[in-house]
């Protein structure tokens, strides 16, 4: 099972981007979906995550700013950014976890002043 994601790009201060995190095949079990940013010189980061149960919950520095939304269907998680701020500059990670840790490959996120 991969997962693939999608949606990174340069974006001026105060715009919007929407990542994508899509797996090959539905993968059964999964208690919580996240997205994870890592900037340089620092550690990963949850910013997101969605639970099995459609509960939310978002790292205080993006709430408000950020919106988690997944389609059961499409296999697929979501990301909205909006009002993105310089410090969201980060590659950016999703994972789900079931008995096991599935990561995406990372999408680039550069937030220009």
């Known amino acids: 099972v991969q997962l693939q994601a999608s949606g990174g790009g340069l974006v001026q201060a105060g715009g919007s981007l929407r990542l994508s995190c899509a797996s090959s095949?539905?993968?059964?079990?999964?208690?919580?979906m996240g997205w994870y940013r890592q900037a340089p010189g620092k550690q990963r980061e949850l910013v997101a995550g969605i639970y099995a149960n459609g509960a939310t919950s978002y790292a205080d520095s993006v709430k408000g700013r950020f919106t988690i939304s997944r389609d059961i269907a499409k296999n697929t998680v979501y990301l909205q950014m909006n009002d993105l701020k310089v410090e969201d500059t980060a590659v950016y990670f999703c994972?789900?976890?079931?008995?096991?840790?599935?990561w995406g490959q990372g999408t680039q996120v550069t937030v220009s002043s």
């Open positions: 994972n789900w976890k079931s008995g096991y840790d599935y």
């Open positions: 095949r539905r993968i059964p079990g999964i208690r919580h």
